[in-house]
């Protein structure tokens, strides 16, 4: 149930992504806004599309430091 929910997700939040790209390129012109949308939409899509840029696991890390 929880894939199902982050799939829901993830198509509400490219949705969002996609009519923001719509609204400052063809409904009101702002090319750094639109610029900046496209690079956020492009980089979520790289970075889903490579599984070699998934972290495998969280690592819980060495805290506190013995010294």
Request: avoid cysteine; charged fraction near 10%; glycine fraction near 2%.
């Amino acid at each position: 149930m929880s894939k199902l929910w982050q799939i829901v997700a993830n198509t509400l939040l490219y949705g969002f992504l996609l009519w923001l790209l719509y609204d400052s390129t063809l409904h009101e012109w702002d090319p750094w806004f639109a610029f900046v949308v496209a690079f956020v939409l492009v980089l979520a899509i790289v970075i889903s599309l490579i599984p070699a840029l998934h972290a495998p696991r969280v690592s819980p890390g060495q805290y506190p430091y013995d010294d």
